[in-house]
């Protein structure tokens, strides 16, 4: 079955950096695209970023353009979310979403549990 | 950019009810491009409905979707205790650039 389990969150103060992980398995993970999503506490879903399925396209939400940086190893079955510049607005919950496109049906069907990103002095 | 506005923002309702949950978009969307994730307390979203109006797999057949242009609509037919939780519809930007953008969301809260 499809697992995508993300790693690499915690305490972090403004102005550092993070690296998020993201471990894939139950699918042929090159041949999906990848996004992260996060949520801020007691808040809704906010897109952060989506990465082709090669890797030759990424793109970002807003509030994260220039800071974030999305990156996958299809080797190793694994998403990255590179985070700097980090500031308590960035505080949440980040999950790893597998994207899908099948029969005209363009979604997202399977998130991981999340990792939580606390920034914070 | 579109924008996706849920209503209402809290439902209360009592298990056996039904609940009808609306998502209205800011401009014309491909209904393909449309789907619903509900969100469970302390939990992660799980995908409920794809293309505006099919079940994902595992999910019961009490979860319907409609709609089409702007206006979505998610029914529950008759609300199950695990039911109670959060609902977002979320949106696909496009094959070029598979933004996604969500609803503020709908609580189903047991009244």
């Known amino acids: 079955q499809v697992q995508l389990v993300e790693s690499g969150g915690g305490v972090v103060q403004p102005g550092g950096s993070l690296r998020l992980s993201c471990a894939a398995s139950?699918?042929?993970?090159?041949?999906?695209?990848m996004h992260w999503v996060r949520q801020a506490p007691g808040k809704g879903l906010e897109w952060v970023a989506v990465?082709?399925?090669?890797?030759?396209?990424?793109y970002y939400g807003d509030s994260v353009k220039g800071r974030f940086a999305i990156s996958r190893d299809n080797s190793e079955n694994t998403l990255y979310l590179q985070m700097s510049s980090l500031s308590a607005e960035d505080t949440a919950l980040y999950f790893c979403?597998?994207?899908?496109?099948?029969?005209?049906?363009?979604?997202?069907?399977?998130w991981g549990r999340g990792t939580l990103v606390t920034v914070s002095s | 950019e579109i924008v996706l506005t849920q209503s209402p923002g809290t439902l209360s309702l009592s298990p056996g009810e039904g609940a009808t949950l609306s998502c209205r978009a800011s401009?014309?969307?491909?209904?393909?491009?449309l789907a619903w994730h509900q969100q469970r307390p302390g939990q992660a979203p799980r995908l409920l409905i794809y293309?505006?109006?099919n079940r994902a797999t595992g999910i019961p057949d009490r979860f319907s979707g409609s709609g089409s242009g702007t206006d979505f609509t998610l029914t529950i037919s008759r609300l199950e205790p695990e039911d109670f939780a959060v609902y977002y519809c979320?949106?696909?930007?496009?094959?070029?650039?598979?933004?996604?953008?969500f609803g503020g969301g709908t609580k189903v809260e047991i009244k």
């Open positions: 979403v597998k994207d899908i496109w099948d029969r005209g049906n363009y979604y997202v069907d399977y």
């Open positions: 139950g699918f042929t993970f090159s041949n999906y695209g």
């Open positions: 990465i082709w399925k090669d890797g030759s396209k990424k």
């Open positions: 401009q014309t969307v491909n209904s393909g491009y």
């Open positions: 293309g505006g109006s």
């Open positions: 979320q949106h696909y930007g496009s094959t070029s650039l598979p933004r996604l953008t």
